[in-house]
């Protein structure tokens, strides 16, 4: 039996304070991406935080992607192959 990628997600919420970290810190960044993103004109500074902005919820993103391969390697009942 294998566990879901959303299982996995809401049990790392709860149980791994890395992992909330990076998920809050990620969904920041993406607060910060939509309200620039909204503007039509942003100026040159605006520009390059949404590329910087971007970069660092990538990293974010394959950070908490490492976290749960990792659990899903160690996690108890998963099914061996």
């Given at each position: 039996?294998?566990?879901?990628?959303?299982?996995?997600?809401?049990?790392?919420?709860?149980?791994?304070?890395?992992?909330?970290?990076?998920?809050?810190?990620?969904?920041?960044?993406?607060?910060?991406?939509?309200?620039?993103?909204?503007?039509?004109i942003l100026s040159d500074e605006e520009k390059v935080e949404t590329i910087t902005l971007k970069k660092h919820k990538l990293a974010l993103k394959d950070r908490m992607a490492e976290i749960v391969r990792e659990f899903a390697r160690n996690a108890p009942g998963r099914a061996s192959h």
């Open positions: 039996m294998s566990i879901s990628q959303d299982t996995l997600t809401e049990r790392l919420v709860r149980e791994n304070e890395e992992y909330r970290r990076l998920q809050e810190k990620h969904r920041s960044f993406e607060e910060r991406l939509e309200r620039l993103n909204a503007r039509h």
